[in-house]
């Protein structure tokens, strides 16, 4: 640091040449003992270098004095300057320090604000946590608990960050709803298996998310609420989730899509049939009760949750758990009006030793035949990979027959998103909407955030596969609907329908007759670049 009658000096000189003097000639001036304005950039670039310490005088009037304006400069313009490192190196929270300690030494509300709205530009390290624990030490408040909370949420210490929020929610008679939602986060990222006995951090979170009926920040809270979900699945069922694909190959999909439409558009015939393997695995996966049922006997937190809600051991030991919990889901998922049997201890424990005996009739199975080996193992599996004759004499009868596999998987898609997609998101989100107004009116929270993730997974499942399927039918060209097709093949075995088989049936017939055209056009030598392109097709 310099010398203040230096500093003095130098201060006056950029103050005198401000309009011609750049941001770096400053920085030299204040910093260096003999700068050399005249350097040119090589000079400069090995002997200028960023503070990464301010070292402020202040032995008497004169050293504040200059101090201070230092510190109007480091804030008006080297902090804009070099952002990065000033953040980085807390170059605000010392000018602040200093301040605090030798310029405002009671500051108002009002300044105490506006530093806290600067505060929340830094970096969430040491030095700004300081500072606010310093505010909240001199002048405790929920706004300065809050702002002290956030910081340590940035830092990772979680923790503290969740005490804060709770002390500044007990001075509180209003719910601050950022701060809420900093708390839910903070209980989510911190993840420990009990917040209070047999409670989780998530499972407290989701409870306090359920009962927070009217969010102003619809985003935020429905993110939040998609954090704690995945938070509380079982590995097992986040991997049925759909598979995220790399950048990388979805432009190259898009290429390819676009191409697909040129050549739509330029009356370009095509024999082949769009199949993307990346592209159904990327489209969204419904979730069944028969893939919740398997998980749920197996699911410790709701076996624990089950036994306290009944609060007797003896009677929860006599009861065959898996039979029991599946059977109440399944209930659950025809009657949710049930629920409210819990309520009563009384009614939760009789309810429980009888629904072992509860029957429900299973569903029959769709037989997918051809279209299951296409979908598990690829297009080409199934057609073969041997390269076409392109002059044959009966290539517009291939012509013609791809085209009528295109329709009918296009008539499949659009049939199975109006007359199967779409009622069962009508009746997932009616029952979730049911269940959530229920679960407001039980006390066990670890039963009812478990209960809640599934059912939020369910609908949250249907809801995205009827927004993708929406776009791919009524924007996409043939390339995104024979994939809807594909899609909707994979998904309808989750469906009883006699339609349903019925429509399978005929499109097995279709691509059959396909298959059959396609063999007969076989070129007997090897084509490897046609393979090579044909294959490029179905990623």
């Not at 917040?195 to 979170?205: G, H, M, R, T």
Request: glycine share 2%; with cysteine; net charge neutral.
């Amino acid at each position: 640091m310099l010398a203040t009658k230096i500093l003095k000096l130098r201060l006056s000189r950029i103050q005198k040449g401000k309009e011609h003097l750049s941001t770096q000639d400053k920085l030299m001036l204040v910093t260096m003992e003999s700068p050399d304005l005249s350097a040119n950039f090589l000079l400069r670039l090995f002997k200028v270098s960023l503070p990464k310490q301010w070292k402020f005088k202040h032995a008497d009037d004169e050293d504040i004095h200059y101090s201070k304006q230092l510190i109007e400069l480091i804030e008006t313009d080297f902090i804009p300057a070099y952002e990065f490192h000033a953040r980085k190196y807390a170059w605000y929270e010392q000018c602040l320090l200093y301040q605090l300690n030798f310029v405002v030494l009671k500051p108002s509300q009002q300044q105490i604000n506006g530093y806290l709205r600067q505060l929340d530009q830094c970096l969430d390290q040491q030095p700004k946590i300081e500072l606010l624990h310093h505010f909240q030490q001199q002048y405790p408040s929920a706004q300065h608990a809050n702002a002290l909370a956030k910081s340590y949420a940035g830092a990772c210490e979680y923790t503290k960050a969740i005490e804060w929020y709770e002390w500044a929610a007990q001075q509180s008679t209003q719910v601050n709803e950022v701060a809420f939602f900093g708390y839910i986060e903070s209980l989510i990222h911190r993840n420990q298996l009990e917040y209070k006995p047999q409670i989780s951090d998530v499972e407290y979170a989701i409870h306090l998310l359920i009962q927070y009926l009217k969010p102003i920040d619809q985003k935020a809270y429905a993110k939040l609420l998609q954090v704690g979900v995945k938070s509380l699945l079982p590995d097992s069922i986040l991997k049925t989730r759909a598979v995220q694909t790399n950048i990388l190959a979805d432009v190259g999909r898009g290429l390819n899509s676009l191409g697909k439409s040129l050549n739509h558009i330029l009356k370009v015939k095509q024999f082949d049939l769009p199949f993307s393997k990346e592209v159904i695995a990327n489209a969204p996966q419904l979730l069944h009760s028969e893939i919740i049922l398997e998980h749920l006997a197996q699911n410790e937190a709701i076996r624990t949750a089950v036994q306290a809600l009944l609060k007797n051991n003896e009677v929860t030991t006599a009861i065959e758990f898996e039979p029991a919990l599946q059977q109440f889901w399944l209930s659950v998922q025809t009657e949710p009006e049930l629920l409210k049997r819990l309520i009563t201890p009384s009614q939760s424990k009789a309810w429980f030793e009888t629904l072992p005996n509860t029957h429900f009739q299973t569903k029959k199975p769709l037989n997918l035949a051809h279209f299951q080996l296409i979908l598990e193992h690829g297009l080409l599996n199934y057609l073969g990979e041997e390269s076409l004759d392109k002059f044959h004499a009966e290539r517009n009868m291939l012509y013609a027959q791809r085209d009528m596999v295109v329709t009918e998987m296009t008539a499949f898609a659009s049939w199975f998103y109006q007359e199967c997609l779409q009622p069962y998101l009508y009746q997932q989100t009616a029952l979730f909407q049911q269940m959530k107004l229920i679960l407001l009116q039980l006390d066990n929270i670890a039963f009812t955030s478990q209960l809640f993730i599934y059912q939020y997974e369910i609908q949250k499942r249907a809801q995205d596969l009827s927004n993708w399927m929406k776009i791919k039918l009524e924007k996409g060209n043939d390339f995104d609907r024979v994939n809807a097709a594909w899609v909707a093949l994979r998904e309808v075995a989750g469906f009883e329908s006699e339609m349903a088989q019925d429509k399978i049936n005929v499109l097995q017939n279709t691509l059959m007759q396909y298959k059959t055209i396609r063999n007969n056009q076989i070129l007997i030598r090897f084509d490897s670049k046609e393979i090579s392109d044909y294959k490029e097709d179905e990623k």
